[in-house]
């Protein structure tokens, strides 16, 4: 990246002048005058797409803070805007921040802080640009990586009811389909049940580059976390041992470990820990392309289902949230019926997992699929329902029966909308 695009807009033609031979000065900048009229900076920035928008708020605070607060919030104009003022005045300062500035610059004052921040962003395109170029030139064809892999986050709101379980043998699953990429990743950097459960003994984990800067943490950093199981699983764990004294690895390292994974594998597969609403939880649901709710049919777990439904809805896209009920052959709770559980919980099921204890004890204990071990129980069967389901390949308007997915079968109303599907009914 040789030069970036810059709009300059100036209260004044004693600002517009300083303005402009100051950014002539700059070699790897390039504009086309600075304007005072704000209409005449709209129209710009509507030509030339620029990258940095500089607006002096100066003697007109608030017409200038209405400009760079409708320019941010275009996403017809995805740019950087800096805030220039006379006067470092403390309130101007924040609310040109809340409407959307990045930076807080006193003009002209300081015009080398100006070259600064100018600098400093140019050479973060610069690094983006080089970036996406070497990733275009590793990519593999299309046929066999994905231009953008897929994440499907597992989450139970309590423990115990089997979301590792799921997750590790839906990642098997969709391996199996085609021969899928899949990546397999367990966020618990404290309790990592998944190296138990695919007899895994890893070398390292995010743990192991928790401390670094985003910046510094690079693809060959990135390739040592990720091993290739003898599955054909590419596998991350949160943590080599519960003794581990790592820090937690920040949404920032997150964010760069899932965009390399999901440019690498057509789906990865998160086992995220049971803890909720905070930032860590927070990023991931909100990353996520589906979110699979794990519940099991007994009433603590459906209750810690329900206040968690009823919490994400405040800030999540619940299209999203695909209900799960795993062992739903278990009687629902002591003296309380199949019926009297729906009558309190309606929401509507994506997939039901029927319970088969042996096998999961048998599987787990050897670190080996559920359907190494038996690949024709009626388990196996609905997990790769399941990965077609989340494919998009698989009708999920009846269940294998025939009858329809929202019957009167057991269970069967127990998390059915009687609105809108996938929005839970308040009571």
């Known amino acids: 990246m040789n030069s970036f695009k810059v709009v300059a807009v100036a ?9 402009y031979n100051q950014l002539q000065a700059l070699d790897f900048i390039e504009f086309n005058g600075v304007y005072i009229e704000l209409s005449d900076a709209v129209r710009e920035c509507q030509e030339v797409g620029p990258d940095v928008i500089l607006v002096d708020l100066t003697a007109r605070e608030l017409d200038a803070g209405l400009f760079i607060q409708a320019i941010s919030m275009n996403p017809e104009t995805p740019c950087v805007i800096f805030a220039l003022h006379r006067e470092m005045d403390l309130t101007v300062f924040k609310e040109s921040i809340r409407q959307g500035a990045k930076e807080f610059i006193q003009y002209p004052e300081d015009k080398p802080g100006l070259e600064v921040a100018l600098k400093k ?13 070497k990733n275009q030139a590793s990519q593999k064809s299309a046929d066999d990586v994905p231009a953008n892999g897929k994440i499907i986050a597992c989450f139970a709101s309590k423990g115990g009811v089997g979301c590792s379980t799921v997750a590790v043998n839906l990642a098997h699953e969709l391996h199996a389909l085609k021969n899928l990429s899949v990546a397999f990743v367990d966020l618990d950097q404290v309790f990592c049940n998944s190296a138990i459960m695919l007899n895994h003994k890893p070398s390292y984990s995010l743990g192991d580059i928790a401390e670094n800067d985003p910046k510094d943490v690079d693809e060959s950093m990135l390739n040592k976390i990720i091993v290739k199981h003898e599955s054909g699983l590419h596998v991350v764990v949160g943590s080599k041992s519960v003794l581990d004294d790592n820090e937690m690895i920040s949404a920032e390292l997150l964010e760069k470990a899932l965009d390399y994974l999901t ?6 597969i998160i086992d995220l820990p049971t803890h909720v609403l905070d930032p860590y939880h927070q990023y991931v649901v909100e990353r996520a392309d589906d979110i699979l709710l794990i519940s099991a049919p007994d009433i603590p777990s459906l209750y810690r289902t329900r206040q968690y439904l009823d919490l994400a809805q405040k ?24 019926q009297d ?20 004890v048998e599987a787990n204990s050897f670190g080996s699929s559920l359907s190494k071990v038996n690949p024709k129980s009626d388990l196996v069967k609905a997990l790769q329902k399941l990965a077609l389901q989340l494919t998009g390949k698989e009708d999920t308007s009846a269940e294998p029966n025939g ?3 929202n019957g009167n079968g057991l269970l069967g109303k127990l998390f059915t909308a009687k609105n809108e599907p996938n929005q839970p009914k308040r009571t």
């Open 263 to 268: 440019l690498k594998h057509h789906f990865v």
């Open 341 to 360: 559980v729906e009558s309190e919980f309606r929401y509507e099921i994506f997939a039901r997992l029927p319970n088969d204890w042996e096998l999961n």
């Open 315 to 338: 800030y999540l896209d619940m299209r999203k949230v695909k209900m799960v009920l795993n062992r739903y052959n278990l009687k629902a709770a002591y003296r309380m019926s199949n």
């Open 403 to 405: 009858k329809p997915a």
């Open 121 to 133: 962003h140019f050479n973060y395109l610069s690094r983006l640009s080089s970036q996406n170029l």
């Open 11 to 19: 209260s004044s033609e004693e600002t517009r002048l300083s303005l």
